[in-house]
């Protein structure tokens, strides 16, 4: 069989920490170690240098990487970020049909809704079929924390259900995300693929000594530690939740360690949560930066219980990623989040952790001292190995990354 020559637009790619590009980096660089495809990528490059244009080949995959220089913008700064994306969309534009030809088109859904439409824009252009990678659903995410006008949010769906009627074939990362799109009217075929954790994490023994010299450069040695680590963005309800820890200013656990917060990661809230912090002397809450992935083992690891929450209205739209990493690093998870959405499934059908619903501020501060002050340590280990055995299981890298050769395959055949 010929190799397939692929393009793929996202607009995240390592190094930038974005989920969606660490994703792509671990599709893209197993896929082509298939022999089966040959695949382009075309990111930004927020590098502050705007004429510089980069091509490189990363190693040792040998995926090709157009990075298209953008404006550097702080995902804080609604403005900004506006401007970059839109340096993107029109760069990325700009440069379809001069790289050559291809056979298929992956367009992921980043930057929302105008990464679809270079994937329609490629399609037409190239004369070729184009699959439509969505991660997070818009406008419905956008309108589910209030954000954009109700005129512009109209135009999103108006764009984006375009966008996913010339599309060959859908691909979504949950399963309550098709009753969404169904909801559109659209009749493309849909394929569900979930995403998967970094294959290098592993559970750490407590007693490990570089666990141990984690938290003790952190300043948690010896605390009960809930962590957060990922995305500080808008659509977790990070606000309501410091709210709830503001509650737990000096508790401490039953075996009498002092509890602790953890928030490893950046994004657009970060600013406004450290000020929150800052201004309540919330003593009990740390931030940290993103980890190195091969140092995710350690960092996840360092956490007694992860934290895994969603803002409400998110069922059906988003499946937080972070989920699969917390269970490869055998850890329980108290996740915040709708009943019935794809990430709350897979915690209560593993029972690696215990679920209360976004909004209900006290019943998440019992759950929390549930976990702190109830459970056992017995309790605790026994969710994160359940969770760790169903990584294994079901939701292995290997499996995810069939599904999306098979996929191409088909789409490119059809």
Known sequence: MSVIKVLIYCMNFPPDAGSEGQLLQDLSDSL???????????????????????????????????????????KSRKAKRVLGILSYFLKAS?????????????????????GGMLGVMARRRLNCPMIYDIQDINPEQALAIGCGGKHLLRL?????????????????????????IRKRKVTTPVT??????DERIRPIE?????????????HLEGCFVFAYSGNLGLYYGLASLLEVIRMFPEERARDGRPVKFLFIGAGAKEAWMRDYVRRNHMKNVVFLPYQKKEDLSVSLSAADVHLCPSAPGMTGISVPSKIFGILAAGKPVLGIMNPGSDARKIIERTRSGKCVSPG?????????????R?????????????????????????QSVMRYMETMRDVYTA
């Not at 990528?41 to 995926?63: F, I, Q, W, Y």
């Not at 407590?206 to 952190?218: G, P």
Request: contains cysteine; hydrophobic residues 40%; proline residues 3%.
């Open 32 to 74: 082509q170690k298939t022999c089966e495809v040959d695949l382009t990528v075309v990111c930004a490059s927020v590098s502050g240098n705007t004429r510089k244009m980069l091509m490189l080949s990363e190693s040792p995959s040998g995926v090709k990487v157009l990075r298209l220089p953008v404006p550097i913008y702080d």
């Open 94 to 114: 700009w440069m379809t049909g001069k790289l050559g030809d291809f056979d298929l088109v992956l367009a992921f859904s980043e930057p929302p809704i105008l």
């Open 156 to 180: 999103m769906r108006c764009l984006d259900n375009q966008s996913l009627r010339s599309a060959d074939r859908i691909i979504l990362a949950g399963d309550e995300q098709l009753e969404t």
């Open 192 to 197: 569900v693929i979930h995403n998967w954790a």
């Open 206 to 218: 407590r007693e490990d000594s570089r666990r141990k010299a984690f938290l003790r450069e952190a």
């Open 360 to 372: 209900d501020s006290r019943a998440i501060a019992r759950l929390i001292r549930w976990f702190f």
């Open 374 to 398: 109830t459970a056992t340590d017995r309790e605790l280990r026994e969710m994160g190995r359940r969770g760790r055995r169903a990584m294994e299981r079901e939701y292995r890298k290997e």
